[in-house]
Every structure is written in structure tokens, then in C-alpha cells.
């Protein structure tokens, strides 16, 4: 099954601190254990890499359980249900939900708080996206975001498409630079674009030093004009007559899946980088986009307050 979503979690949550204290972890287990999740969907971390996806879910159950007043929090990672748990187990909801927390005025109060003085009595709309969502805050910082890339991404591929040849050159040589290949950025604009003969479009060193190279091949073609298998067995070939080991083919467009195969079977080390995926590292190197505004998320520091 699907990894349970933080709000589906909650009652759960909750009737697994109806014997007494429990441990945060042990809750993840037995929770896991209890909707039979696979290996895969337990380990199935967030993008910091730092906690699972279904831990961070139990936890966010947990904290909204606690702005509710049904469980409290004992010392470092444990935490007991309330009285008022205690008494809304004694008739339990099918489901716990924001919807049903807002029954209770301390967590209409966080509500509030989180909303902004102007908008108190009423959701806000985080509040309104984690309601219908199903999603922590947390992920749906992160969906944001990944949205927000996937349009900047889109935005990046049509200025590049729609630039000269020349700028498409300049970008991979500031994009390889950005990623830590090649010595100086006049060095590699020598190198790139000056070994057009042969079917090679540039060579760049892969270290400071020169001491391994790495050939080009870069296409800036439409969106729908994609790389097909004989172009990368021409540059395969053109990396032979270069007693080349290793080359990387940059298209603005797609390549076909006859050309992936071909790559995957040649002899040498090929590899290829698609529009997708050279907008998306332009994103990630800071080429041709900067940073705009940064948002940190914080948790408590338990260590702090032992």
C-alpha cells in the first residue's frame, strides 16, 4: 500500500499511546508494521535525506495531536496521551482530522497563530493545502518547490533553444566549469567549439591539471528533433580516432530510446544529458539562474533541552 498520509496517521497515533508512554520510534515501527508497509516505502527517505517519509509523517501526526491537547509530551522523544485523548478514544472518530481538531480551542489558537493575526477564525491557505492535500507542511514546502523548478526548468530550455549557437557553447563550458571539471574558464573556451573536424565538438579536462579529458559533443536542437542511435554511433566512432575513453553528448532536445540502448552497449563511457536534465543541473550549479530566496527549515534541537 501507499504510505499513509500524516492525517490518515493521527488516530493511529493516538491509540498507540492509550497503554501509557511511548517512544517516537517505536510508534514508527509498530505503525509500519501495522499497515504493512514494504522495505521499500519504510526506507523511503525525504529529499535532505536526514528522516524517512513515514517517520516525518507519524511526527507531524504526533505535533498536531499536541496542539489539540490529546497527547503531551514526557522528555526527549516520548510522549503520553492526555485526559481529553484519553476521553476521545472512549467514543473514537472513524478519522482523526485537522477538520476534527478544530474542535478544540488550543488548536484553533495554533491555527491562528499560524494563519497571522488578520486571518484569525478562518484557514489560511497553508492551512487549506494541508486540508486537502493530505500533505505535512513540510512536503508541500518541498511539492512548491519542486513545481516551482519544473517551470523555472521549462523557462531555461526555451532561452537556450531560442540563443545562438555560440551561447549554447559558452553555457556547457560554464556549466562543466560549475560542476568542478576543466582548469580555467578561458582554458576550457579554447577547448570547447575548436574541434569541430572529426565529429567532436570540444574536449575539456576533467581536472585542474589536464591530467584526464573529456570530448563533447553538444546539439542544440527543438524540442521533438531528437538524438537517434547513428549520431551516437558517429561520436563513438569520432571518440575512437581520438583515442578517447570517455565523452559526453549535451542536446537541448531528447534522445530516442534506440540512441540510450546504443550508449548503454557501447564500449566506451557515453554520457548523454537531455534538455530535462541540463536544465536541471543549470539549476543546480547556478548557471543561468540565481538564488532568489532562501527558506530554512528548523526543528527543535532535543540535545538543547536535555
Known amino acids: 500500500m501507499a504510505i499513509p498520509d500524516f492525517q490518515t496517521l493521527m488516530l493511529p497515533v493516538l491509540r498507540s499511546s492509550e497503554m501509557g508512554e511511548m517512544k517516537i520510534s517505536e510508534v514508527v515501527q509498530l505503525l509500519a508494521d501495522k499497515f504493512q508497509l514494504t522495505e521499500d516505502e519504510r526506507s523511503e527517505l525525504l529529499p535532505s535525506g536526514k528522516q524517512t517519509t513515514f517517520a516525518n509523517r507519524v511526527h507531524w501526526a504526533k505535533s498536531y495531536l499536541g496542539k489539540a491537547g490529546l497527547v503531551e509530551l514526557t522528555k526527549r522523544a516520548h510522549f503520553q496521551i492526555t485526559d481529553r485523548g484519553r476521553e476521545v ?3 473514537p472518530p472513524e478519522k482523526i482530522d485537522i477538520r476534527f481538531l478544530e474542535q478544540f480551542p488550543e488548536f484553533v489558537l495554533f491555527r491562528d497563530a499560524s494563519n497571522g493575526s488578520g486571518n484569525a477564525g478562518k484557514d489560511s491557505p497553508a492551512v487549506e493545502a ?23 526548468s521549462l523557462d531555461l530550455l526555451a532561452r537556450v533553444i531560442a540563443g545562438p549557437p555560440e551561447f549554447f557553447e559558452r553555457l556547457v563550458v560554464q556549466l562543466l566549469l560549475a560542476m568542478g571539471y576543466g582548469g580555467s574558464t578561458s582554458d576550457a573556451g579554447r577547448a570547447l567549439g575548436k ?36 549520431a551516437l554511433r558517429d561520436f563513438f566512432g569520432s571518440l575512437d580516432r581520438f583515442k578517447a575513453a570517455k565523452g559526453l553528448f549535451v542536446t537541448t532536445s531528447a534522445f530516442s530510446p534506440s540512441a540510450r540502448e546504443t550508449a548503454d552497449f557501447l ?15 543549470m539549476i543546480r550549479y547556478n548557471v543561468g539562474c540565481r538564488v532568489e530566496e532562501t527558506i530554512q527549515l528548523k526543528k527543535v534541537d532535543e540535545e538543547f533541552f536535555e
Open 130 to 152: 494541508v486540508q486537502a492535500s493530505g500533505m505535512t507542511p513540510d512536503e508541500i514546502i518541498r511539492k512548491a518547490h519542486e513545481e516551482l523548478d519544473d517551470e523555472l
Open 195 to 230: 574541434s569541430g573536424d572529426g565529429g567532436v565538438d570540444g574536449v575539456i579536462d576533467q581536472d585542474a591539471l589536464g591530467l584526464d579529458r573529456i570530448y563533447v559533443q553538444a546539439k542544440r536542437y527543438s524540442d521533438g528533433n531528437n538524438i537517434g542511435s547513428g
Open 267 to 281: 564500449s566506451k563511457r557515453i554520457v548523454l544529458i537531455d534538455g530535462r536534465q541540463l536544465a536541471k543541473l
Open 89 to 91: 478514544l472512549s467514543n
